[in-house]
């Protein structure tokens, strides 16, 4: 028994589980402990940045001959296939269940919400925004599109210039900085369950879980395509890899903890490349590329999410969809998830710009906002799963999945 209480998923999970008795039983007064919550998700959020660009960093650096170009481009190509599978997969449960057919909304629309509307940026603006003119603004803003595009870049000429000049002396010093960074989240872990009982007490207390009667049709069709996606994605791992799949939820079970009670990519990503490297058997440089670009172009739940929004609001407004605009909106859901999920609270900005730019009422986002944190729980359980997925088909491709790590005949540590 003590032994299983070591277990930190575990931990995590009795954490949540108690954090929310305690702040249904204590109501509003549980609000108090938001603070200690709000700590720990900027304690893990501060090494992000430097986390994700010293391992794009090394990753890029570390590679030799065509190596680079073929990782980067498998990389992308799962990627973007599940992306696109996960926007199909919306579209069919949303006209099959049809969330938004009969939702009752009224009164007027949150000012705060057409001003976001007019204040949404076109996507040629977002495309615009994925470069940045200043990496250290960027920096300052956790802004992780374009962090990873110069992180992409930087590293790519610093392949260049180790493998003329022969000096690693760069390169060792972001390799150094990484392994640094994930010493210090060790130590930030430690307190995961006490961050996450706070954080679980203050929702339970404060917004309660009488808010979702009004939305079981979206949050159901959320739920739904997530199963669906998860079992589709296991299994084009299993006919890729042959790995024994039995073994895949103890392995995931730690960084799904963290991605559902804090519903955050960015926060659980130190988690999932620890778990990659030392659980799954990923190759290190493997993890490093693949999950820091999955970080934000790895968001099949999201994807999944935005799309169902679209569908949902169609409906809610008695709208018929024509073809090219489904086609449009798969799109943007896409492209939305780019640098959107990392961090919680984005959703808003997001549900206002397809309402805008495929035209669909806005008078139904209030109630799905209200119900975002519960969609961010099955939103970040399938990105930060995917995320995992995709790393394990690309190292399988040039054998860079170790067996003997994976089947626990062996280990290796990441810091």
Do not use: H
């Not at 407004?317 to 780019?338: F, K, Q, R």
């Amino acid at each position: 028994m003590k032994r299983a209480l070591r277990n930190p998923a575990l931990q995590i999970g009795l954490a949540a589980v108690l954090g929310i008795v305690f702040g249904l039983v204590l109501g509003d007064a549980a609000a108090n402990l938001a603070f200690v919550g709000d700590i720990f998700i900027r304690l893990i959020q501060m090494a992000i940045v430097p986390l994700v660009m010293s391992s794009i960093i090394v990753a890029t650096g570390s590679l030799r001959g065509s190596g680079m170009g073929r990782l980067a481009t498998r990389t992308f190509a799962w990627m973007l296939g599940f992306a696109a599978v996960s926007a199909v997969v919306a579209w069919i449960i949303g006209s099959l269940v049809q969330p938004g057919a009969g939702v009752d909304f009224s009164g007027a629309v949150d000012p705060t919400l057409e001003d976001a509307a007019g204040e949404a940026a076109g996507w040629q603006e977002t495309v615009v925004g994925f470069v940045s003119t200043n990496v250290f603004e960027a920096m300052s803003g956790a802004a992780m599109v374009p962090i990873i595009v110069f992180s992409l870049l930087f590293g790519a000429a610093l392949n260049v210039y180790v493998t003329t000049s022969g000096n690693r002396l760069v390169l060792d010093f972001f390799d150094q900085i990484q392994q640094v960074v994930l010493t210090m989240i060790r130590f930030v872990m430690v307190v995961a369950p006490i961050g996450v009982f706070c954080l679980l007490a203050d929702l339970a207390g404060t917004v309660g879980f009488g808010v979702v009667l009004g939305a079981l049709g979206y949050l159901g069709s959320t739920l739904l395509g997530v199963l669906i996606l998860l079992v589709l994605f296991v299994a084009v791992v299993w006919a890729r890899t042959r790995v024994n799949i039995g073994l895949l939820p103890a392995k995931l079970a730690q960084q799904t903890m963290i991605a559902v009670t804090t519903t955050s990519s960015a926060v659980t990503y130190p988690t999932v490349l620890k778990t990659a490297i030392e659980r799954v058997g990923v190759a290190r440089p493997v993890a490093n590329f693949t999950l820091s670009v999955g970080l934000t172009m790895g968001s099949y739940g999201a994807v999944l999410n935005y799309m169902l929004v679209v569908m949902f609001l169609a409906q809610s407004g008695g709208l018929d969809l024509d073809p090219g605009t489904i086609v449009l909106g798969m799109g943007l859901a896409v492209l939305l998830n780019m640098g959107t999920i990392t961090v919680p609270g984005g959703f808003p900005v997001v549900a206002t710009f397809l309402a805008t730019s495929l035209g669909l009422p806005l008078e139904a986002v209030g109630l799905l906002i209200a119900v975002d944190w519960f969609a961010g729980v099955f939103r970040t359980f399938l990105n930060v799963n995917g995320d995992t997925f995709v790393a394990m088909l690309v190292a399988d491709a040039d054998g860079d999945l170790d067996r003997d790590v994976y089947e626990g005949r062996t280990s290796v540590l990441t810091a």
